[in-house]
């Protein structure tokens, strides 16, 4: 008889395992980053030293918790639940600090976005960008119509069409401007923080789920420890899970 109660060391590989995927697949998304920066390196694209750490943490602890798991041994079961508590704080404050960051962001995008506009809108590549912007995500100006200046673009014109299920909002154009009778009511700069803010959120919910998961290896992992030194201790068979 194993020192482990079966139900729990099956579930405890089983989710080692599913992790180990998952840490394959990070490893495999890192190759194809990193080539996608490597031919970018001249623009200056940020590094992916991170994410190559993270992937291959990933997939070494996974292979960690499987080794410990099958083999019923204490010290990597100890080991493993060390990497555990870490990986639960790492992810934590990384958590937080996407939190914070994404609150700076939001509170600077809505104070400087009229002096960030001005010069922007000087730039005849910027505004052709900025009409795209307007007909896929129907906004209107980066920070407000009278970004145009007197003429508003028909790009802004608004409709009673609805937009992904969700009616369309409109409003009367900035008086003493030509253009479109009915403008969008939402500006991009918003449209744009949106879009920012759901990867932000999503990014989110990736560090607090990992840290949540971490949290949990960190509980089966002590109740599989506890196992196995009551075992050691009586010479006893593995336990019933009712006795914990």
Known sequence: MGKINGCLKCLFI????????????????AVKATSI???????????????WVFAIGVLGI??????????????????????????????????????????????DFKNTSAEIAKPLMEDEGMRQLLQGIQAS?????????SDWGSEIPESCECSSRSH????????AKPAGTQGPSQIYEQTCGDAIFSWVD???????????????TALLGLVVSFLMI??????????????AMKGY
């Open 137 to 145: 995500a129907q906004c209107c100006g980066l920070s407000s119509a």
């Open 226 to 239: 506890h196992q196995v030194k009551r075992h050691d201790s009586t010479g006893g068979a593995s336990m």
């Open 37 to 51: 920066s490597y031919q970018l390196s001249a623009f200056g694209t940020p590094g992916l030293g991170w994410m």
């Open 62 to 107: 996974s292979c960690l918790g499987i080794y410990a798991g099958c083999a019923e041994k204490g010290i990597a079961l100890k080991i493993f639940a060390g990497f555990m508590g870490v990986g639960m704080v790492i992810m934590l404050i990384f958590g937080i600090v996407v939190v914070v960051t994404r609150n700076k962001i939001r509170d």
């Open 14 to 29: 089983f989710f080692n395992v599913l992790f180990a995927i998952i840490g394959c697949l990070l490893i495999f998304g």
């Open 164 to 171: 992904f299920g969700l009616p369309t909002k409109c409003r």
């Open 198 to 212: 759901m990867l932000m959120k999503i990014i989110m919910g990736f560090f607090f789920g990992f840290s949540i």
